[in-house]
């Protein structure tokens, strides 16, 4: 519970509250000490992945996994609904979730499980160290089973681990077309409020 306390504190230093900017509905963090690469990663197709690869759209970023019972498919489900509020601007967005159960979910499991909410989302895995890394360069807390902590690359094992339940950061963090980070957005915001914000940054396109 502390790590989340620490992460509303780090987000109000950025911003003090969420109409602190003219225009954005949920909280601007513009130029925000977070995480602003993706390292060690892969997507579910199995290309190395990094932020860089998606300059020129506006990337949305959680994390989460594939086993997740509540927050990350009911997530899903709003940033879906959010794509086809979009319309055609949709094509210009990208939703990214890296998942924090790198031994169980394969890049098949991956692809299953976005594709479910929307064709162009992407999941991606790393290996155990790599995930750790960017949960500390986005301070997003996560509580993987001891278990399910090993230094081995994820997906080189004949057989997964049994899922777990596993308690994360729900936020999501959103880039500009530039690559810089904008926008925190809560687990609960609505759907009119994520697509207001992201037509102002594609607009600035």
Same mark, same amino acid.
């Given at each position: 519970?502390?790590?989340?306390?620490?992460?509303?504190?780090?987000?109000?230093?950025?911003?003090?509250?969420?109409?602190?900017?003219?225009?954005?509905?949920?909280?601007?963090?513009?130029?925000?000490?977070?995480?602003?690469?993706?390292?060690?990663?892969?997507?579910?197709?199995?290309?190395?992945?990094?932020?860089?690869?998606?300059?020129?759209?506006?990337?949305?970023?959680?994390?989460?996994?594939?086993?997740?019972?509540?927050?990350?498919?009911?997530?899903?489900?709003?940033?879906?609904?959010?794509?086809?509020?979009?319309?055609?601007?949709?094509?210009?967005?990208?939703?990214?979730?890296?998942?924090?159960?790198?031994?169980?979910?394969?890049?098949?499991?991956?692809?299953?499980?976005?594709?479910?909410?929307?064709?162009?989302?992407?999941?991606?895995?790393?290996?155990?160290?790599?995930?750790?890394?960017?949960?500390?360069?986005?301070?997003?807390?996560?509580?993987?089973?001891?278990?399910?902590?090993?230094?081995?690359?994820?997906?080189?094992?004949?057989?997964?681990?049994?899922?777990?339940?596993?308690?994360?950061?729900?936020?999501?963090?959103?880039? &500009?077309?530039?690559?810089?980070?904008?926008?925190?957005?809560?687990?609960?915001?609505?759907? &009119?409020?994520?697509?207001?914000?992201?037509?102002?940054?594609?607009?600035?396109?």
């Amino acid at each position: 519970m502390w790590r989340v306390l620490a992460l509303s504190l780090c987000l109000g230093l950025v911003a003090c509250n969420e109409s602190a900017s003219v225009g954005f509905r949920n909280t601007d963090i513009s130029g925000g000490a977070f995480g602003n690469a993706l390292t060690g990663f892969r997507d579910h197709h199995g290309h190395a992945t990094t932020l860089a690869d998606f300059k020129g759209k506006t990337v949305i970023l959680l994390f989460g996994y594939t086993s997740c019972p509540d927050v990350c498919p009911t997530v899903l489900a709003r940033l879906a609904k959010v794509m086809k509020t979009l319309g055609p601007d949709a094509d210009r967005v990208q939703v990214l979730i890296v998942t924090v159960d790198p031994e169980n979910d394969t890049p098949e499991k991956l692809a299953a499980y976005m594709t479910a909410f929307n064709p162009s989302f992407l999941g991606v895995y790393g290996d155990y160290r790599a995930t750790e890394a960017a949960a500390k360069a986005f301070k997003v807390f996560y509580s993987p089973a001891a278990e399910n902590a090993t230094a081995h690359p994820a997906h080189e094992h004949s057989q997964a681990i049994a899922p777990v339940r596993i308690e994360h950061s729900a936020g999501s963090y959103v880039f &500009d077309a530039h690559g810089n980070i904008r926008l925190y957005v809560k687990d609960d915001a609505p759907v &009119d409020a994520i697509a207001s914000d992201l037509k102002w940054l594609l607009a600035e396109q």
